[in-house]
C-alpha cells in the first residue's frame, strides 16, 4: 500500500528539510543500505563499472515507487554516494551544477533565505563541505552564498528600510541520515 506523503504546504517551497521528517515514509526503511551503495564506495567523477550500474539501477526501482522521493532527491543532492531519490552519484553531480547555477541567479526573498541558511549553517557546522552538502550545491556556491548574506546585512544597516536576512536557527544536532533507517 502506498504510505501517504509527507504534509508540505501546498506552494511552500523548502529549500531543505533538515530534521527530514519525511523519512518516516521511506520505502526503503529496512532495506539493507548494500543495496544503495556499490561495494567499495564510488569514487565522485570515476566512472562506474557494469556492478556498480547494476547495484545503482536496482536501487533506483525501490526509489520509483517511493512516496517521498522528490523530498528524498532534494536532501541529498549534496550526497557524495548511493542512490538517493533516484538519482545515482553522476546523476546528483549534474543535478548539485544547476541548484548552484539557479542560486546564483536568484534575487529577492529567495535569495536572502538561502544566504541565510548558509550562514547558519557555516556557524553551526563550521566546515565548507557540510554547509554545501546540506544545502546541495558546491563548495564554491556555499561560500558565495555566506559572502552574499554578509554584504546583504551590511547593506541592510546601511539602509533605513531593512527587516530581510536575520539568520535564521539551525538544529546543532548533526544532519546527515542513512538508507533504511527511520528519523531520530
Ligand atoms: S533512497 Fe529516498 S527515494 Fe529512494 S526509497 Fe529511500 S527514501 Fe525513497
Known amino acids: 500500500m502506498r504510505t501517504s506523503a509527507p504534509a508540505t504546504q501546498k506552494g511552500e517551497k523548502v529549500i531543505v528539510d533538515l530534521e527530514r521528517k519525511w523519512v518516516i515514509h521511506a520505502k526503503c526503511s529496512g532495506a539493507p543500505v548494500k543495496a544503495f551503495f556499490c561495494g567499495k564506495g564510488y569514487k565522485p567523477l570515476q566512472t562506474p563499472g557494469p556492478e556498480t550500474q547494476r547495484t545503482w539501477n536496482k536501487a533506483k526501482v525501490m526509489c520509483l515507487g517511493c512516496p517521498v522521493i522528490n523530498e528524498c532527491a532534494r536532501d541529498s543532492l549534496g550526497e557524495q554516494d548511493g542512490v538517493w531519490g533516484g538519482m ?28 541565510a541558511l548558509a550562514a547558519s549553517l557555516k556557524r553551526r557546522y563550521s566546515s565548507w563541505e557540510d554547509v554545501a552538502r546540506i544545502i546541495g550545491v558546491g563548495i564554491p556556491t556555499a561560500r558565495y552564498l555566506v559572502d552574499w548574506h554578509a554584504a546583504h546585512l551590511a547593506e541592510q544597516d546601511a539602509s533605513p528600510v531593512t527587516g530581510l536576512g536575520k539568520p535564521e536557527s539551525v538544529p546543532r544536532k548533526k544532519v546527515g541520515r542513512q538508507h533504511g533507517t527511520k528519523a531520530a
Open 88 to 115: 545515482d552519484p553522476v546523476q546528483r553531480r549534474e543535478a548539485r551544477g544547476l541548484h548552484s547555477r539557479y542560486v546564483r541567479v536568484l534575487s529577492g526573498e529567495r535569495k536572502v533565505e538561502y544566504a
